[in-house]
């Protein structure tokens, strides 16, 4: 964890404040807000929170590992400029690392507490926590059941509500509409999968939760969206895929399975979801809530 008195950020009165505090493209978020992003240390994650430390903000990284989870890690879905950036801003201090269970309730409101008392003011979350597990439906018990949906749903409930909770006692009212919630679901939320029954249960849970709160979070200036990738070329994916690489199998789908194939004839990587993400958070979509954007290379509409 980054100690408090570390995160030191120009102010935006000093001259080229926001320019440094960014090196990608777009619109420069006023000096080091926070976002904080849930399953950091996943691929899916790790993308996101490289993504957001390029686009100027400060991160507050959420996972269950403790101590650093991206020290030495060289897997598949994380590529080393990702690492760089993700090392550089420790370094720094505008990424702070926390482990924290999404499913542990008091676990969440204190990390909460913790990241609003020493982090600069909240702008957005990510809610990119996520857990898969594969199986029939009659071959799925209890246990594994609540693990998903554990993970993608209630998960997605504690942190989002705490999180607001923070917001709004950090501004009641907010008539720029800057501040935004993003949650990472799945098109499985809306497309029929055989042996992932529970997984699409917990992502269309996480999905119309997301969605209804934007209804409530409007009133505080606060945006709500849901980004639904398809198959995305991650750890997770490719530990269903037993290691092996299936790309072309799931680009042309498998009618015996009941799968559609990827009319845009590729698997998805990280990168495609870590730009709509940033645009959600960004000041291009402040007009937008309660939206779900499907990045899945159209499979979802074939």
């Keep these: 964890m980054i100690p408090s008195d570390e995160m030191t950020a120009p102010t935006p009165s000093e001259p080229g404040a926001a320019e ?31 993504d957001l430390l390029t686009r100027g903000y400060a991160v507050a990284a959420l996972d269950l590992p403790e101590g650093d989870p991206w020290q030495g890690r060289h897997d598949s879905d994380r590529d080393d400029d990702a690492l760089a950036v993700i090392a550089k801003a420790t370094e720094t201090g505008r990424l702070s690392y926390r482990s924290c269970s ?63 909770r923070v917001m709004v006692s950090q501004c009641a009212q907010d008539s720029s509409n800057r501040r935004s919630l993003v949650t990472i679901s799945s098109n499985s939320a809306v497309v029929p999968r055989a042996h992932m029954a529970a997984y699409a249960a917990s992502k269309a849970a996480a999905t119309h939760f997301t969605t209804s709160l934007g209804l409530e979070s409007a009133r505080y200036g606060v945006r709500a969206n849901v980004v639904a990738p398809g198959t995305t070329l991650t750890n997770m ?10 790309s072309a199998q799931m680009v042309a789908g498998d009618p015996e399975a009941f799968k559609t194939g990827i009319p845009l004839g590729r698997v998805g990587r990280p990168e495609d979801v870590t730009g709509v993400v940033g645009f959600l958070l960004g000041e291009s979509s402040r007009h937008m809530t309660m939206q779900v954007l499907a990045v899945d290379g159209g499979a979802a509409q074939h």
């Design 20 to 50: 440094t505090a960014a090196t990608g493209t777009g619109p420069t978020p006023p000096a080091f807000e926070t976002v904080v992003v849930t399953g950091a240390a996943g691929g899916m994650g790790t993308a996101v929170v490289a």
């Design 102 to 164: 999404v499913t542990d309730g008091a676990q969440v409101t204190s990390t909460l507490d913790e990241i609003a008392a020493t982090m600069p003011p909240l702008l957005g979350l990510v809610n990119a926590a996520g857990a898969l597990e594969t199986s029939a439906v009659l071959e799925t018990d209890e246990e594994q059941w609540h693990r998903v949906l554990g993970v993608n749903a209630t998960g997605v409930f504690l942190v989002t509500r705490e999180t607001l």
């Design 237 to 246: 994916v490719m530990g269903m895929w037993e290691g092996q690489d299936r």
